[in-house]
């Protein structure tokens, strides 16, 4: 699944979803259900891609949140027809 800025959006404006919570948060705070008070522990594998949050207590899964690769950006300019045909190539 893709999420993108807008559905963090969402997110961050339906409220505060820990349990007894009454805060309105201006932003997404990962908090481990298990342990509410615990601190929340990033594990990165830049070999897989992924960052898994977890309880600091515990160690229950709270979220695993993949990174995509940037994508490729052709920064040349593509070739004109004229230029092509002057190397020799086809359009």
Not at 20 to 46: E, S
Not at 83 to 88: A, I, R, V, Y
């Amino acid at each position: 699944m893709t999420v993108y800025l807008e559905d963090l959006q969402d997110l961050v404006r339906g409220g505060c979803q820990t349990p007894g919570c009454t805060h309105n948060h201006d932003r997404m705070v990962a908090v481990a259900r298990c342990h509410p008070k615990a601190r929340v522990d990033a594990i990165i594998t830049a070999s897989k891609g992924v960052i898994d949050l977890r309880c600091g207590q515990c160690e229950r899964a709270i979220v695993t949140i993949a990174v995509a690769s940037r994508p490729a950006i052709d920064l040349l300019p593509e070739k004109t027809e004229e230029e092509n045909k002057s190397e020799g190539q086809a359009p």
